[in-house]
């Protein structure tokens, strides 16, 4: 069994943007040793998420939707506290949740035909994110 940690880094819009991150991974997992086992992805930071969708223009726009509907941008005692306006970030960010794991066989990623790996920045401004990626396997 072998471990390999890694990180991906990316610019994102923030206000619920989605990026697909699945071509980072599959390019980082071709170069490893590994051949069967699973990878984990975990978000590094409080305001953005991960997790798997078919990433389409039309879905990207039904997730910005349902999160506007589901927590409104207004309204939280975060905002008092810090002044910053992102406490709907934070709760979008809370109930996605931060990491996913994705099982992988002969060096390919087990995802649906429709199935990508994403990162939602849910804050309220442009920024450099970074996702943790942990392989472990076997060769």
């Known amino acids: 069994m072998a471990i390999y ?10 206000n619920t943007d989605v990026i697909d991150i699945t071509p980072q991974i599959e390019a980082k997992l071709s170069k490893l040793a590994l051949r069967d086992g699973f990878v984990v992805i975990h978000a590094l930071g409080s305001t953005g ?6 990433y ?4 990207v726009r039904d997730l910005e939707d349902i999160f506007d509907r589901l927590i409104p941008a207004d309204g939280y005692e975060h905002n008092e506290t810090w002044g910053d306006a992102n406490g709907h970030s934070h ?3 809370s109930l996605v949740g931060p990491s996913i794991t994705v099982t992988f066989k002969n060096k390919k990623l087990r995802l649906g035909t ?10 309220t401004h442009a920024r450099q994110r970074e996702v943790a990626v942990q392989f472990v396997g076997e060769q």
């Open 5 to 14: 940690s890694d990180t991906i880094s990316f610019s994102t819009q923030g």
């Open 49 to 54: 998420a991960v997790t798997t969708c078919e």
């Open 56 to 59: 389409e223009p039309g879905l």
């Open 91 to 93: 709760l979008r960010a």
């Open 114 to 123: 429709w199935q990508q790996v994403v990162f939602i920045d849910f804050d």
